[in-house]
Each structure stands twice: as structure tokens, then as C-alpha cells.
């Protein structure tokens, strides 16, 4: 059962347009939530995270946003550059000191020059 | 500084052979992670260490698959015998595993194909 849900498997955005990438989960005590980046043939990176008692974190052109109602969160790029073209995974984490984390399946994002 | 090294980067066998991942974590790291990423599940976590033992193996799809971490640099996956199925990229990853919302760091992945 897929506690993290990405629904989109890919998406294309034209340069310096806004790109808004999706993310539900079903489990709510999740408590921290992560992007991780993906480009072919490297593992993944780090991009921002986001705790559940914030509802948004930006750092530069990245701004995550937490809907914990909805149980929904997002991933605005903006403005997007070619350099942006990657896998995107959503992951979450159950609980302050676990390190486990639980990731969807992933979004390919396209940015067309 | 080094990141995390895995071996092989690609792996060919025949359904049956055994088949063994690598990884040294990034120095000075407590925990180790690894990973399996397939199109229909995404990334799952199979198994994770800190300070060598054993944490979390939930995820571990069956008894063929076995992992160990005899010490802080090293930790091996092993499938016997493999399927298949197993086909995917595994990845391995380490964090300072201090419990504050550490950073897991990933490697290249080792592309496993059986026939």
C-alpha cells in the first residue's frame, strides 16, 4: 500500500514558468516531509524539507507548501531552468528520530527551453 | 570528500546465481540505508542500520534477500537465489545518524538485471 502518493508520473513546463510538482500521503503522523532530486544515472539529492507544523518553506527558487488537512503538499519551482529537468521524489518521515523514510514513486519534470 | 561508493554500478546475472551490492558510506556516517527503485513502487527502503546494527528490515521483500554491516565502512546486499523480479536499481545511502533530521547522502546506484 502506497502510504506516499505522486499521481503525476511526469510533467513538462516551459523555461521561467512556474512548475508545481504534487505529493499525498495517507499516513498522518508523518511529521516531516522531503524532496529529493534524481537526475539518470546518480542517486538522489536533497532539496528541501518541510516539518508538519509549518505550512511553507522556500529557500530560493524552491518553495515547498504543507496542506495537513488534505494531507497534500507541493513543490513550486519557480522560475524553472533547463538545469531543473529530473526525477522528483516526495518522501516523509514518521516521527522525530526515525530515520526511516517513505518515498512515492516519483515525478519526471521537463523543462522545455 | 568522497560520497558513498557502491559496486558494481551494473550487475547482468542468470535467475538462480547469487548476487552481492557493495557499499562504503561516507565517513564518519553512523547510519546506512539501502534502497530498491522500480517504475510501479518507486523508492523503497529495504533495510537501515546505525552504528552497525540492524534497525528497520520491514522492508526487506523475502529470505533471499540479506544484508550485513560487519563494520563502519563497509555493508553488502545479497540476494541467493535471484529472480527476475529483483531486477532495479539499488541504492545505498548514509547519514550521521544523530536523529536530528539528518541528510541521507546517496550513491550512483548499482543497476541489477537477472535474466
Known amino acids: 500500500d502506497q502510504q506516499v502518493k505522486q499521481n503525476s508520473p511526469s510533467l513538462s513546463v516551459q523555461e521561467g514558468r512556474i512548475s508545481i510538482l504534487n505529493c499525498d500521503y495517507t499516513?498522518?503522523?508523518?511529521?516531516?516531509f522531503l524532496w529529493y532530486k534524481k537526475y539518470p544515472a546518480e542517486g538522489p539529492t536533497f532539496l528541501i524539507s518541510?516539518?508538519?507544523?509549518?505550512d511553507k518553506n522556500e529557500d530560493g527558487r524552491f518553495t515547498v507548501f504543507l496542506n495537513k488537512s488534505a494531507k497534500h503538499l507541493s513543490l513550486h519551482i519557480v522560475p524553472s531552468q533547463p538545469g531543473d529537468s529530473a526525477v522528483y521524489f516526495c518522501?516523509?518521515?514518521?516521527?522525530?528520530?526515525?530515520?526511516?523514510?517513505?518515498f512515492g514513486t516519483g515525478t519526471r519534470l521537463t523543462i522545455i527551453p | 570528500d568522497a560520497g558513498v561508493i557502491q559496486s558494481p554500478r551494473h550487475e547482468v546475472t542468470e535467475m538462480g546465481q547469487e548476487v552481492t551490492l557493495r557499499c562504503k558510506p561516507i565517513?564518519?556516517?553512523?547510519?546506512l540505508f539501502w534502497y530498491r527503485q522500480t517504475m510501479m513502487r518507486g523508492l523503497e527502503l529495504l533495510i537501515y542500520?546505525?552504528?552497525?546494527?540492524?534497525?528497520?528490515d520491514s522492508g526487506m521483500p523475502e529470505d533471499r534477500f540479506s544484508a550485513k554491516m560487519p563494520n563502519a565502512s563497509f555493508s553488502t546486499l545479497k540476494i541467493q537465489p535471484s529472480e527476475p523480479r529483483d531486477s532495479a536499481v539499488y541504492f545505498c545511502?548514509?547519514?550521521?545518524?544523530?536523529?536530528?533530521?539528518?541528510?541521507?547522502?546517496f550513491g550512483p546506484g548499482t543497476r541489477l538485471t537477472v535474466l
Open positions: 565517513s564518519g556516517h553512523n547510519s
Open positions: 499516513n498522518s503522523m508523518f511529521d516531516y
Open positions: 545511502a548514509s547519514s550521521l545518524g544523530t536523529g536530528n533530521d539528518d541528510e541521507q547522502f
Open positions: 518522501a516523509a518521515r514518521l516521527g522525530f528520530g526515525n530515520e526511516k523514510l517513505t
Open positions: 542500520f546505525n552504528n552497525n546494527v540492524p534497525i528497520d
Open positions: 518541510i516539518s508538519s507544523i509549518k
